[in-house]
């Protein structure tokens, strides 16, 4: 059996990590998580395709891992609510879990759920009247750090955008908004369990996390100083050493 404590393998195959994005990321989301990792894990990335549902994302995952295994599961934003219902759906196979960047509510009723779709549908205009790379420029703006915006960082998170098409967009909205909820799920989860969030994340804030935290009893929070949303880019050392130590201990 592998098993991982102290930084000691047990075993000649090496754990599975599972890495999945949040809204238009890929695999760049987490290539310096990759590198550092690496030695530790045999790490695979999810790929959302044409998915339009957090579950049929989540099963999409998961059948990326061979059926006998266990692994651990990092997540991040909208990756993180596939990571969530992975935790649902197999328990049973679950070694760790991070969440990053991310949140575990449905998204509400009312005034507050209309704005917010009202607002996403604001952007999927743009990307279909403009391109993904003009929407991409107004939306990453809120989703990092102010000091970044004229970093190389930013460009890597445009040019991550433009690989995706308005239809994909479209589909990942449509997840969003009608996004589980996973309140309840929270108390059960028993892995051991790593949460991250930039110190300045203005669209899954600190205090979400916190109460993530609350609800999940021996759960590590980490924040990330001079940070936003993007935080696996923002401060790539920072998260991987938080997710060595999360493996490793």
Known sequence: MTDIRRGQLHSDEKPLLLLIPGLLCDKAIWEEQIRVLSPLVDCVVADHG?????????????????????????????????????ARMVPERLDRLALLDTGFQAREEGATGEAEAEKRMKLLNLARSEGMRSMGREWARGMVHPSRWSEPVFEDILRMIERFTPDQFEAQIRALLHRPDATLLLPSIVAPTLLVCGRQDVWSPLARHQQMQELMPGAHLEIIETCGHMSTMEQPGDVARAMTDWLIF
């Open 50 to 86: 044409a998915a339009d549902s957090i579950e049929t994302m989540a099963q999409q995952a998961l059948r990326l891992v061979p059926p006998e295994r266990r692994f651990s599961v990092a997540g991040h934003s909208m990756g993180g609510r596939c990571a969530l219902e992975i």
